[in-house]
Nanobody, 123 residues
Framework: QVQVVESGGGLVQPGGSLSLSCVVS????????MGWYRQGPGKQRERVAT???????NYGDFVKGRFTISRDNTKNTVYLQMNSLKPEDTAVYYC?????????????????WGQGTQVTVSS
């Protein structure tokens, strides 16, 4: 059993900040890549940011220096600090985690997803 649980969403005014967290727990050996994705109203899910176990990061073009992804491997947790938020950032934000077993084999192709946390940017 694996659980991926996001937290930290909410309502914020344009220009404001929010910090999201995602904790992975359950039966696995190690967490490899982790990432944040989002799906806005009427839109397809898109990649926000990803981070490798060694903390190499990659961001969606729309982030443009406003968001920062980080992780704590000792806590199997990934964070997303979002600054200078815009109304178009309104979406459900999902966490994804790639898990491996003791042999290094990926447990599930495509990783495990959380249930999502709503972020609403509005005045």
């Amino acid at each position: 059993q694996v659980q991926v649980v996001e937290s930290g969403g909410g309502l914020v005014q344009p220009g404001g900040s929010l910090s999201l967290s995602c904790v992975v727990s359950g039966t696995f050996f190690r967490v490899y890549g982790m990432g944040w994705y989002r799906q806005g109203p009427g839109k397809q899910r898109e990649r926000v940011a990803t981070i490798s176990r060694g903390s190499s990061t990659n961001y969606g073009d729309f982030v443009k220096g406003r968001f920062t992804i980080s992780r704590d491997n000792t806590k199997n947790t990934v964070y997303l600090q979002m600054n200078s938020l815009k109304p178009e950032d309104t979406a459900v934000y999902y966490c994804n985690a790639d898990l491996v077993d003791s042999s290094g084999a990926t447990i599930r192709s495509g990783g495990y997803w959380g249930q999502g946390t709503q972020v609403t940017v509005s005045s």
